[in-house]
């Protein structure tokens, strides 16, 4: 599976993106999905998680209330929209694929595998 994150850019403090990770090369639509961050200097850290049919999502205290994660198994394609974007949510964004398949929405990076190149959100103050 290659994943093919898009739709970061530069954005102003308050401003809103909306990612898309689009998958090529086998279905995902049975794979719970996440998406992680990684900023300069920092580890990568979860996001947010979505279950292979969208009934269960998971985010992390900082995307609560400011992001959504969907998906649309028919386009094999998961997204993730920022509202509310503050400068220190710049970072590097990554989709990933659960490849544990417990079924529950795991937030560690070892469970994910097909990381893809992510897509830069970059947000000014």
């Known amino acids: 599976v290659q994943l093919q994150a898009s739709g970061g850019g530069l954005v102003q403090a308050g401003g809103s993106l909306r990612l898309s990770c689009a998958a090529s090369?086998?279905?995902?639509?049975?794979?719970?999905m996440g998406w992680f961050r990684q900023a300069p200097g920092k580890e990568r850290e979860f996001v947010a998680g979505?279950?292979?049919?969208?009934?269960?999502?998971s985010y992390s205290d900082y995307a609560k209330g400011r992001f959504t994660i969907s998906r649309d198994n028919a386009l094999n394609t998961v997204y993730l929209q920022m509202n509310s974007l503050k400068p220190e949510d710049t970072a590097v964004y990554y989709c990933?694929?659960?490849?544990?398949?417990?079924?529950?929405?795991?937030?560690?990076?070892?469970?994910?595998?097909?990381w893809g190149q992510g897509t830069l959100v970059t947000v000014s103050s």
């Open positions: 979505i279950s292979w049919n969208g009934g269960s999502t």
């Open positions: 090369g086998g279905a995902i639509s049975t794979y719970v």
């Open positions: 990933a694929v659960d490849v544990l398949r417990t079924g529950a929405v795991l937030r560690g990076t070892p469970f994910y595998k097909y």
